[in-house]
């Protein structure tokens, strides 16, 4: 409630009026009554005969204008509180944030009609003729507002709002004065991490009052904005990447819009989407390759449609890592020559991005290597030890024997995958003998031995005349038809087409039940195990790595069967084996925490580090080195955390826009050899001002309630300057206003008699 200058009815219904004089208010009433008595008496007898209700009339009238001149005698005042002038100080908090350049108030920015209301009007003069002011700008965070700067004030030019954070600076900067309030000239679109209502309570607590001054439109009614972006931050080379934005919209339910995706202004995807209801997040996604082997900093856009007043939040930056990058080392362990095994190879042969090691063994006690960079890599077969093996970051296993293993390489494969977080491929038939082994526990489907299985359903992929070896054409499942690693074309359709147009295959091998957890990409279209399609393409999370059961051995065909110059069979693999290796960690890893970065944001960097053993190491030695987008460099030790084994964590603000290169370098205590990881982040405007931007009434009002004030509307702001000077705080006086001498009191008594002397006369009453 707006507290204002006390008058008589207030001063009535708030009980503080008195008489300077002395006289209580009950002594007053008390002789008001004698008066009445007394006028009566003096009209028992008249000069000529009244009826009753002129009687009436006469006495009330006489009555009223004793008891209006007893009251003035008595000289009646209020009883208030009230500010010094000039003894305490003002706070006067200015928004200088990017979301009062919105222009919602009758074609006006909300910084103009601030400016124009609050700033170059009267009410900053008449607040000085009391206070001694102190103006600040704040955005996320807070400046001084030197005198005579106020117009210029709301430079709008911040990237958030901070209102909690503003009103804490305000307090510690004018900690020791004698604060008697403040006043908050904002759209109230806070999007700190702090509670602005929390703050000023805080001031309540110290009986400062908030008052708070609203700008710019609660809703605005026809605005679309992109309130989330997610994307890879890093692909491989030829990689197909999705983007998936959410769009929140007001005033454009089932309206198409198109949403794009722009590498230097250039269109590389888009789809016509359909808006859903107001205010509901919905998301949307987009395919896109990349188009060269560098950082790329993208541009997701929706079209603006008429009528939008916001249109800065119509569009956002990311930044996607494609540079060249080490290849992926894959162990590719095959049991006999066959189609498969020469095709995959084939397949990756070209992709820079992958090193297929592979043994392969030709004959009893004979094996072949191919693909291997020394000598050495592979001479004895399967590695020997963890530490040679974790140097891949996965596996495949073709149509191999158990005896190839032993019991402690079976554990080896199974804590590459659980601990290292490396990927495994199983392709084809499953050796019987691994059942009972920890390979079994590794895949996503259960094995069944041959004799278990209905006699329709033995033979497997060895036997083209069995209805398990017959020529099949392979069923997408929901989660295969949108999963990246079945993806050969961007759009829905000539996905869909793609995959009509690839040969059949030949053969399946029978597994078991689908593991809980595990996700069928591809099934065979008629044969079933108690109640399930039998799968194709199985995938599963393990420990921290990945795995992949491939049921088949005739993917082959997919190259042999098709046109030359088709690059499905080598799309698919090489999507499938990417997928499985890129979720082995290096020994240096780095993570932020968050996907993309605003101005003025902080980006906390936290490195995991393993040692040659892939263990965690606390014992190493970190440095950052930030390169900003105007190339200066700076370097920064990173600290361990001793809560966790081998974190290491750094921070610095993003106070640019542009892209942010990191190069993290890892020197061991142990003497191993050093180790270095980059990564690059980008920093935009922030959509945070332009979404959900109506003013907030709601949070400016509670505020001020909270801290014993009120709030006022733009259009309001004339009465801001009393409301502060008679709302109590902490630094106010005891003060008595003086009503007698009213302007309204002394018209109200000389029309009372004027009003007497010409009804006496109309009556003919001397």
């Known amino acids: 409630m707006q507290v204002t200058q006390p008058t008589l009815l207030s001063a009535l ?27 009566w008496l003096s009209y028992y007898r008249t000069t000529r ?33 009230q500010v010094s002038p000039q003894d305490t100080y003002l706070a006067v908090l200015l928004d200088n944030s990017q979301s009062m350049t919105i222009a919602d108030m009758d074609g006006r920015s909300r910084a103009a009609a601030a400016a124009d209301a609050f700033l170059a009007g009267p009410v900053m003069d008449e607040l000085a003729e009391s206070f001694q002011l102190r103006s600040f700008a ?43 309030g403040v006043v908050l000239v904002s759209d109230g679109a806070d999007n700190s991490n702090s509670d602005p209502i929390i703050a000023a309570r805080q001031f ?24 989330d972006v997610s994307a890879a931050r890093t692909v491989l080379e030829g990689s197909v990447f999705t983007v998936t934005a959410a769009l929140r919209h007001q005033g454009f ?24 209801a107001e205010g509901v997040s919905r998301r949307f996604s987009l395919e896109v390759t990349p188009e060269r082997a560098e950082r790329i900093v993208y541009e997701l856009r929706v079209g603006v449609q008429p009528g939008e007043i916001i249109t800065r939040n119509n569009s956002y930056s990311f930044l996607v890592d494609n540079t060249d990058k080490p290849p992926l080392d894959i162990l590719y362990l095959e049991g006999h020559p066959r189609n498969e095994y020469k095709f995959i190879r084939r397949a990756v042969e070209d992709d820079e991005s992958l090193r297929l090691a592979t043994y392969l063994q030709t004959g009893p006690g004979k094996f072949y290597r191919q693909g291997i960079e020394s000598p050495t890599e592979l001479a004895e077969g399967f590695p020997g030890s963890r ?6 970051e996965a596996i495949i296993l073709g149509d191999i024997e158990k005896e190839f293993f032993n019991d402690d390489q079976l554990r080896m494969i199974e804590g590459f995958v659980a601990e290292r977080g490396g990927g495994l491929l199983k392709s084809g038939m499953v050796d019987e003998e691994f059942i009972g082994t920890p390979l079994v526990d590794i895949l996503p489907v259960t094995l069944v031995e041959e004799n278990f299985l209905p006699n329709q359903l033995r033979g497997g992929i060895r036997r083209g005349d069995h209805p398990s070896g017959e020529l099949f054409t392979p069923r997408l499942t929901r989660n295969g038809e949108f999963s990246p690693l079945l993806r050969l074309a961007g759009e829905d359709a000539a996905n869909r087409f793609a995959w009509s147009q690839l040969p059949q295959l030949q053969g399946v091998y029978v597994t078991g039940r689908i593991k809980p957890g595990a996700e069928v990409l591809l099934e065979h279209p008629a044969l079933q195990y108690r109640n399930q399609a039998l799968p194709v393409i199985v995938t599963q999370r393990y420990g921290s790595g990945r795995v992949l059961s491939l049921t088949t051995a005739s993917t082959w065909r997919w190259q042999m069967m098709m046109d030359s110059e088709d690059t499905s069979h080598e799309t698919l693999w090489r999507q499938m084996l990417r997928w499985l290796a890129v979720s082995a960690p290096d020994r240096v890893t780095l993570e932020f925490d968050r996907e993309f970065y605003n101005i003025g944001d902080e980006v906390r960097v936290t490195a995991r580090v393993l040692d040659e053993q892939y263990e965690p190491d606390n014992d190493a030695s970190l440095w950052i080195q930030t390169t900003n987008p105007l190339d200066e460099i700076t370097d920064t030790p990173m600290e361990w ?30 003497g191993e050899e050093s180790a270095e990881k980059r990564a690059a982040i980008v920093v935009t405007p922030s959509l945070r001002e332009f979404n959900n931007a109506g003013m907030d009434r709601g949070l400016l009002g509670r505020m001020a309630e909270a801290a014993g004030g009120s709030y006022f509307d733009l259009d309001e702001v004339g009465g801001l300057p009393e409301a502060i000077e008679f709302t109590p705080n902490a630094f106010s006086r005891e003060t008595q206003i003086d009503l007698w001498d009213e302007p309204w009191l002394l018209a109200l008594l000389v029309g009372l008699l004027c009003i007497d002397w010409m009804t006496r006369r109309l009556r003919g009453l001397s």
């Open 13 to 39: 219904q708030q009980g503080n009026l008195s008489f300077a004089h002395g006289v209580s208010p009950w002594l007053f009433g008390l002789i008001s009554l004698l008066v009445v008595a007394a006028v």
């Open 49 to 81: 005969p009244l009826s009753p209700a002129w009687k009436a009339w006469f006495i009330g009238l006489r009555s009223l204008v004793l008891i209006l001149i007893l009251f003035c005698l008595l000289r009646p005042v209020v009883n208030t509180r």
């Open 138 to 180: 704040f955005d996320q965070t807070i400046r001084r507002v030197a005198p005579g700067e106020n117009d210029g004030a709301l430079g709008e030019s911040g990237a958030g709002s901070a209102i909690g954070q503003a009103l804490e600076a305000v307090a510690d900067q004018l900690d020791g004065l004698p604060l008697g």
């Open 204 to 227: 309540g607590n110290r009986r400062i009052p908030v008052f708070t001054v609203g700008v710019g439109q609660e809703d605005i009614p026809l605005d679309i904005s992109i309130v």
């Open 253 to 276: 339910a089932g309206q198409e819009v198109e949403l794009a995706v722009l590498d230097g202004g250039a269109m590389v995807s888009s789809e016509v989407v359909s808006l859903g």
């Open 387 to 392: 530490e040679t093996l974790y140097e891949y």
């Open 641 to 670: 955390n001793i809560e966790e084994d081998g974190i290491y964590r750094s921070s610095f603000i993003a106070d640019q826009e542009g892209v942010f290169d990191l190069l993290v370098d890892v020197a061991s205590a142990a």
